[in-house]
């Protein structure tokens, strides 16, 4: 891998030579720039700080990786390993040969999605380490994509990417935002890596849908209803989040009911309790 490849110490997405003044993505509305103003980093300097990536099974067939101490948002990125290959979702900003070891032990990665551009990470940088593997990005995003390469394909709508693995961009929280179902995960009840589209509460029984989950802009009651009955299409019994949080049974009827409640708020059903 490249070690001079540079990453937004904010996002942790990389970015091309000559870097701009400023992160695009954490300059926008649902991000932030932090008040001692645009840092970059690359990865080798991470790792001389002592960045290291650690690899955990969530589940049967279903690993986590994120970076420790952390780096940008420090998403855990999830792999979702299949018979036909796996799938490498929301990549994080860093990868160190032990990381790209425990990855191909795992066995052959046949795309890398980020659910929405928050969640870049080094995609390319991982796409090359794993042998120019193809780095799907949502059509609507495209913007969004700070450095460029041939492995990008753009897509859209809903995508078989693996036999029991569908992506689809309910959007919300960007335009092209995406979750992934895995329906043999939970022991065959179904699995949805939810990205940014639904946040996992920490009550662990309820879920939330923002545009900005820092800067907390909402989403109105047309946006949330679309994206619950996009979501409530698939079975799945439980949700992982972007981080260590997530719903562990009965996901679906709790995203239905998280977004019949956000709804209700917004619609003014519960002024009285104000
Ligand atoms: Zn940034
Ligand atoms: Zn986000």
């Not at 990549?91 to 425990?102: H, N, R």
């Amino acid at each position: 891998m490249d070690a001079t490849t540079v990453i937004c110490r904010t996002c942790a997405v990389e970015q091309s030579a000559p870097l701009p003044p400023v992160c695009r993505i954490c300059a926008d509305e649902r991000q932030y720039v932090p008040p001692y103003g645009q840092l970059w980093v690359s990865i080798g300097q991470l790792a001389a700080e002592g960045q290291r990536v650690v690899v955990a099974e969530l589940e049967p067939g279903l690993l986590e990786i994120y970076s420790s101490p952390g780096v940008g948002i420090n998403q855990h990125s999830k792999l979702v390993c299949t018979d036909a290959g796996n799938l490498l979702w929301d990549p994080i900003g860093f990868i160190d040969d032990e990381a790209l070891a425990a990855v191909l032990d795992a066995g052959p990665v046949v795309a890398i999605v980020a659910s929405h551009p928050h969640m870049f990470g080094v995609q390319v940088e991982w796409s090359r380490a794993l042998g120019d593997v193809p780095v799907l990005v949502a059509e609507s995003d495209l913007e969004w994509v700070q450095r460029g390469a041939p492995v990008i394909e753009p897509w859209r709508g809903d995508l078989a990417v693996l036999p029991g693995v569908t992506l689809t961009q309910p959007g919300g929280h960007f335009p092209g935002s995406a979750v992934a179902h895995w329906s043999a995960g939970a022991d065959g009840r179904g699995v949805l890596l939810s990205g940014d589209t639904v946040l996992p509460n920490p009550d662990r029984s309820s879920v939330s849908f923002m545009r900005s989950y820092p800067n907390r802009i909402p989403l109105s009651a047309a946006v949330v209803e679309r994206v619950a009955t996009s979501l409530c299409r698939f079975d799945f019994d439980r949700l992982y989040g972007n981080f260590a949080d997530y719903i562990d049974t009965d996901a679906r009827p709790i995203v239905r009911a998280s977004a019949d409640r956000h709804i209700g708020w917004v619609r003014g059903d519960f002024d009285h309790l104000t």
